[in-house]
């Protein structure tokens, strides 16, 4: 493909039997290989603890993989030369004698990318093992979220893998930063003078990030109740997000100028008084309702519920950044499960023009709105003001929009682990979380959980098929504003 080096490598999964693994990670590489993105001598590793016949656990796979990709989607050339490159090994993760096959296996001629879809419990008994089979100088480990579950822990993961593997070889993977509109942020913004000359407090009246789920914890009560929607979603997700649309200009695009500017953004994030944090967070856990038509149990009602469990599963705040470009400038958050729509979007709200030349009655229409849509339809839209069609003069809002599934018929959009994955076998770490943003962003959620625990306000109730609890509404109606396209 065009533009794009293909270079060989030993992709080597941990947890293949997972369902991370089944469901995204063996679909993106199969779509990297359909597309000619993986080198003919690029050989798959399959590790997990079942010590089954080898073949069984590769027919496993097959079958789960034509399920996710879809029978359309398969082409059998490819699956047979997908499939070809694949093998299955029975491992122990923290034993080190069953690294001996894939040290043995492994070429010696091209790069190893470990991919971790385990628990973070297991990532420092990894790295040694591979370490000791004189695998880590020339691999790239890939690791996944959550890393810890506050600032003191994420330090002992970070720590585990510092002590086998330099910075440059760690790819800390946040799946949003992989979206076709994420990326799409980054080039609207700097090649395009018409938004970046905007692009501050002189403009900008607010911004909202949202990410909605009409699911619930979808069997996940152990790891879940102990995370909470702010640790899960926020802290990693969300604020990832916030750092895209905040950041200054890089001085370029390579992985640190980039990822410079997002730790930054974050240090700049204002700390909450309990006064503000009161005014300013909002938690939640739903109850029974409606989704979709059918009747839904509430979050202490799912199977294996702790019924005294005072965990969100909604959040939403107002975060300010203390520097000169978004002074002044509200960031309002939220994300939750059980809504009553499944989308993930972020919308600038530009400010309205200083004088109003039009009919009065027509004011409230004016707002020039920008907005990102992640999920469900991946597109971008700019809400501007026109003339409606007829006589005299009458304003209407419209959107100038570009929908990649419209725009590009033909084209396939990339799922967000296709990219990610084709740029750790490249070895580009722009897509990727550095440590100080790891802990950087969690110093800041650990004052907001400290806050909270302070106030000891219990999260408040709301019904699932709705748009979170009433305060949620009543944060940003207190600034004289309402969160877009609720209805």
């Not at 995204?24 to 993105?37: N, Q, R």
Request: hydrophobic letters at 40%; one cysteine or more; aromatic letters at 10%.
């Amino acid at each position: 493909m065009p533009g794009i080096n293909v270079t060989p490598c030993t992709f080597a999964l941990f947890g293949a039997l997972g369902d991370l693994a089944l469901r995204k990670l063996f679909p993106a590489l199969y779509h990297l290989d359909h597309a000619g993105l993986l080198h003919e001598d690029t050989v798959i590793f399959a590790l997990a603890r079942e010590p089954r016949d080898p073949q069984e656990h590769l027919d496993f796979i097959e079958q789960t993989l034509r399920r996710y990709v879809g029978e359309s989607g398969i082409e059998e050339d490819c699956m047979r030369r997908f499939m070809a490159r694949m093998s299955y090994l029975t491992m122990d993760f923290k034993k080190p004698d069953d690294y001996a096959a894939l040290g043995a296996q492994a070429s010696t001629r091209q790069p190893v990318v470990a991919y971790f879809a385990t628990p973070a419990s297991v990532y420092g008994a990894i790295c040694e093992n591979l370490a000791t089979h004189g695998l880590a100088e020339r691999t790239r480990v890939v690791l996944e979220k959550p890393i810890g579950h506050d600032l003191a822990s994420s330090r002992l993961v970070n720590d585990a893998v510092a002590r086998y593997f330099p910075e440059t070889s760690i790819y800390r993977i946040d799946h949003y930063l992989g979206k076709e509109t994420v990326q799409n942020l980054i080039a609207l913004r700097f090649a395009n003078s018409l938004f970046e000359t905007q692009w501050d407090h002189n403009h900008i009246s607010h911004v909202e990030i949202t990410v909605a789920e009409t699911v619930g914890i979808e069997g996940r009560w152990g790891y879940f109740d102990q995370a909470g929607q702010l640790r899960d979603m926020i802290q990693n997700h969300l604020l990832q997000l916030l750092c895209l649309i905040a950041m200054d200009p890089p001085a370029d695009l390579s992985a640190d100028s980039i990822r410079d500017e997002k730790v930054k953004v974050l240090k700049a994030l204002a700390p909450f008084s309990v006064d503000e944090l009161s005014r300013h967070l909002v938690r939640g856990q739903y109850s029974a309702g409606n989704i979709n038509g059918k009747t839904v149990p509430g979050y202490l009602d799912e199977e294996g519920a702790n019924v005294e469990s005072n965990t969100e599963t909604f959040v939403a705040l107002r975060a300010d950044i203390r520097n000169w470009r978004w002074s002044g400038v509200p960031f309002y958050l939220r994300t939750g499960k059980r809504l009553a729509q499944k989308m993930s979007q972020i919308v600038i709200h530009f400010k309205e023009p200083p004088f109003y030349i039009f009919a009065p009655e027509q004011r409230s229409q004016v707002s020039n709105r920008l907005i990102l849509r992640l999920q469900p339809d991946e597109g971008i839209s700019l809400q501007v003001m026109t003339k409606e069609p007829g006589l005299g003069m009458h304003l209407r809002s419209g959107p100038l929009q570009l929908n990649f599934s419209d725009a590009y018929k033909n084209a396939r959009v990339p799922d967000a682990y296709e990219r990610l994955l084709l740029e750790v076998m490249q070895g580009n770490q722009s897509l990727f979380v550095r440590k100080d943003e790891v802990e950087a962003a969690w110093l800041w959620c650990d004052r907001l959980m400290a806050g909270w625990n302070a106030l000891g306000e219990t999260p408040k109730r709301y019904s699932a098929g709705s748009w979170g609890p009433a305060a949620s509404i009543a944060l940003i109606t207190r600034d004289g504003r309402s969160w877009y396209g609720d209805l």
